[in-house]
């Protein structure tokens, strides 16, 4: 079993910053692209930010030039740098692993985090 295990989440300010960490764990050969989505409260859940194994990024508009997304192929671990924060990206955030593969012939699944509750005070 894979399980995705995220942490950082807090209460701040307009303005400040955070940061999520995301760690896969179990027995894993792979993970093509790990990425963070959203969802606030009476919203559907939403693309924050992807990174794929080779580095290639992908951020949704509302969070381009405050967000950076990173990633540690060695610990299977996604990190959401996030800064100048305004009380609209409050949400809880959920990590996303997809196309994980536990062997080499294995195929592939995509796993969720349990989320992380980011709220941004005005």
């Known amino acids: 079993q894979v399980q995705l295990v995220e942490s950082g989440g807090d209460l701040v300010q307009a303005g400040g910053s955070l940061r999520l960490s995301c760690a896969a764990a179990?027995?894993?050969?792979?993970?093509?692209?790990m990425g963070w989505y959203r969802q606030a409260p009476g919203k559907q859940r939403e693309l924050v930010a992807v990174?794929?194994?080779?580095?290639?990024?992908n951020y949704t508009d509302s969070v381009k030039d405050r967000f950076t997304i990173s990633r540690d192929n060695a610990k299977n671990t996604v990190y959401l740098q996030m800064n100048s924060l305004k009380p609209e990206d409050t949400a809880v955030y959920y990590c996303?692993?997809?196309?994980?593969?536990?062997?080499?012939?294995?195929?592939?699944?995509?796993?969720w985090g349990q989320g992380t509750q980011v709220t941004v005070s005005s």
């Open positions: 990174i794929t194994s080779n580095g290639s990024t």
């Open positions: 996303k692993a997809e196309r994980v593969r536990r062997r080499s012939y294995s195929p592939p699944y995509d796993y």
């Open positions: 179990g027995s894993i050969f792979s993970i093509n692209a």
